[in-house]
């Protein structure tokens, strides 16, 4: 990934002004070489998310989850707005999103010095031909409207109400924040505080600290914090985990800008509550906050608010601003809610029709439908013949929602001597709990329907634990375990747990996307180890070769494989790339099948592979999700909305019907 920034020119200068200039920054190391120019910008924005030390952080705590893809406006050296962007993929669908709304769950935003200079990034952000979701920003913020004024002509834009955050409107008066209380409050208050003091004198420190005094106070904090968020076996939940390291980038960026407060409450030598703040924009926000569990009788984190409140009305802040998890602690204060939204955009494009086919089958479908009708009014061109196939892009590519659903799709290919191999789409935010019962269900039933169960090692969270239950049960029934690729930086930690059970007894495989470049290196290693292979295409290349030759990446896996692996899927429903591929691996001896695709069309596939004395395994999918290689096969070739039409008209001897 290049580490320079890249800038041009957006329009030309009026007399006695400069000219503005986009620069673009999609590394961690270009994100940093922007830093001494985005200060100004941090001055002027009071949201914290828009601010430097938000996105490095966020690039600090997630670095694979979303790389970078900031687009920023200079005036000569100064910046003058700034899109804090990152590269995420939902749905086998890249779009553009703001650091934190995912992640963390925090409302985002654009930083900008001026209407003039925030229509200028917005047609920037817009022109990238990315579809945009903004999962919350403030309803207020004025890129909302630059955005869509952006839009038109080029893209279709969908606002929708998200989760509004908690805030308390500041006066003189609160400098008693006791006065705001009712009388029942005021008392629940006072006993805790006596409570508290029969344990040790109570005390409360708000701190300014500078760099040398950051590291102890910063521990002593979030070790409070971290005391509450233990599991039951007393480990940190890896999500936890990453906040702190969030957090912790984060606070030394404000530290060094003179806004991060941490509030600490103490009972004695104990440190039992604490907060992590910064004052911006006239306000005080709130970000993160913890009590000692042991002393949650005492309300320690009720205590510490009080006297923050106190704080920000005697430093003559406008409000105290309720973010992260403290939003619990505004309960019985007189808050008010800024209400927030989502913002998506569709560009008039393949990248839309994949967006908006994701989404609709990500549970939105009413919703997308009615955004689909504008749409397809701005792409008649890309869109014609495709309206239909989005309606009934959800059934055309899975067997059904349920697991009898995939059984008997798998009967009816039996019929024709055909195998399956049955494989659960999760939909998003499903528990991995629950997404391994419905695999070890599978894992039951599959004996007499096929002889593999594929499964996502993402969507169990990587957890040893649970795929050690499945294959478990994969012993029982003597079912074959596949692992399916999902993103390439998922590929090592995939590899990873397939190595854990190598010595299990169960038939293992794993799936390797050739247009990803260190393929053909877990090509040599599960050749080594005994794996069954499933080559792809794959849905998204490399970064550094996004316009590789798909076919010629294809076979240089398979030569990786041939004379080495035992066995090798060849999943691909291009006709002549398989009659090459299977050509060299039959040479070189390698016993290898054709693996094809459930609703895409295979009649040619099949009349080949009768001809090649390929058996053949077909890939069933169930549940709710889309499958990503309709989606990317539509981006990558328009063509293949032909394709689409076919399979979801039922015209297929073995599509969805």
């Not at 100064?78 to 779009?95: D, E, F, H, I, N």
């Not at 903004?134 to 869509?148: K, T």
Request: net charge positive; glycine share 8%; aromatic share 6%.
């Amino acid at each position: 990934m290049a580490t320079a920034l890249r800038k041009r020119r957006t329009a030309r200068a009026t007399p006695g002004s400069v000219a503005p200039s986009i620069i673009e920054a999609d590394s961690q190391e270009a994100v940093e070489a922007l830093r001494p120019r985005w200060r100004s910008l941090d001055v002027r924005s009071g949201c914290p998310s828009a601010q430097f030390g938000w996105i490095r952080a966020a690039l600090a705590a997630f670095p694979d989850d979303a790389p970078p893809r900031v687009i920023t406006v200079a005036r000569g050296e100064q910046l003058v707005a700034a899109a804090p962007l990152v590269t995420t993929s939902a749905g086998g669908v890249r779009r553009l999103s703001l650091p934190g709304g995912e992640a963390l769950g925090e409302p985002s935003d654009l930083a900008c010095a001026d209407p003039t200079s925030l229509a200028h990034l917005a047609r920037a952000v817009v022109a990238s031909g990315m579809p945009l979701h903004f999962a919350r920003m403030p309803a207020a913020s004025p890129a909302i409207g630059a955005i869509r004024t952006a839009c038109r002509g080029r893209a279709v834009t969908r606002v929708r109400a998200a989760t509004p955050y908690a805030y308390l409107p500041l006066d003189p008066s609160w400098i008693e924040p006791d006065h705001h209380l009712s009388q029942r409050r005021r008392n629940l208050l006072e006993r805790a505080w006596r409570r508290a003091e029969r344990l040790g004198p109570v005390s409360t420190e708000i701190h300014w600290p500078d760099l040398n005094e950051l590291p102890a106070q910063l521990d002593a904090a979030l070790a409070v914090d971290a005391a509450g968020l233990r599991t039951s076996s007393g480990q940190r939940k890896t999500a936890d985990l990453h906040w702190a390291v969030f957090y912790r980038s984060f606070a030394q960026t404000a530290c060094e800008n003179g806004s991060l407060r941490i509030c600490i409450l103490k009972i004695g030598p104990r440190v039992a509550a604490m907060q992590l703040a910064i004052e911006s924009g006239d306000a005080l926000w709130l970000l993160r906050s913890g009590e000692d569990p042991e002393l949650a009788s005492c309300r320690p984190g009720q205590l510490l608010l009080r006297e923050s409140i106190r704080h920000a009305a005697e430093s003559e802040l406008s409000s105290v601003e309720f973010w992260g998890n403290t939003s619990t602690w505004a309960r019985g204060w007189a808050v008010e809610q800024r209400p927030c939204v989502s913002l998506t955009t569709y560009p008039i494009g393949t990248r839309g029709v994949a967006a908006l086919a994701s989404d609709a089958a990500g549970g939105q479908r009413p919703r997308v439908e009615r955004t689909a009708k504008k749409l397809w009014s701005g792409a008649k061109k890309v869109a014609a013949g495709c309206a239909g196939p989005i309606q009934r892009v959800v059934r055309s590519y899975v067997a059904g929602a349920k697991l009898k659903d995939a059984l008997h799709a798998a009967d009816k290919l039996a019929q024709s001597n055909l195998q399956a191999t049955i494989a659960y789409w999760d939909a998003p935010h499903e528990a991995p709990r629950r997404i391994a019962d419905i695999y070890l269900e599978a894992l039951r039933a599959v004996p007499g329907h096929g002889r593999w169960l594929s499964i996502k090692a993402p969507s169990l969270n990587f957890s040893r634990e649970l795929v050690a239950e499945l294959v478990d049960e994969a012993r029982r029934h003597d079912v074959g375990l596949h692992f399916d690729a999902t993103v390439r930086e998922a590929a090592r930690p995939t590899r990873d747990l397939v190595a854990s059970f190598l010595d299990s007894g169960v038939k293992l495989g794993l799936t390797l996307p050739a247009c990803w470049q260190r393929s053909v290196d877990d090509a040599a290693w599960a050749a080594a180890h005994g794996v069954t292979v499933r080559v792809v295409k794959g849905p998204w290349p490399d970064p550094g070769e996004p316009k590789g030759d798909r076919r010629g990446e294809f076979l240089r896996v398979i030569d990786a494989l041939a004379g080495k692996a035992s066995h090798v899927n060849v999943a691909s429903h291009d006709v002549p790339l398989v009659a090459e591929a299977a050509r060299r691996l039959q040479k070189a001896g390698a016993e290898c099948e054709l693996e094809l695709l459930y609703g895409w069309p295979m009649r040619r596939s099949l009349e080949q592979a009768q001809r090649l004395g390929l058996s053949v395994t077909v890939h069933v999918p169930f549940g709710k999700s889309y499958l990503p290689h309709a989606l990317s096969r539509l981006r990558m070739n328009p063509r293949h909305a032909w394709w689409l039409v076919r399979g979801s008209s039922g015209s297929d001897e073995f599509g969805a019907s």
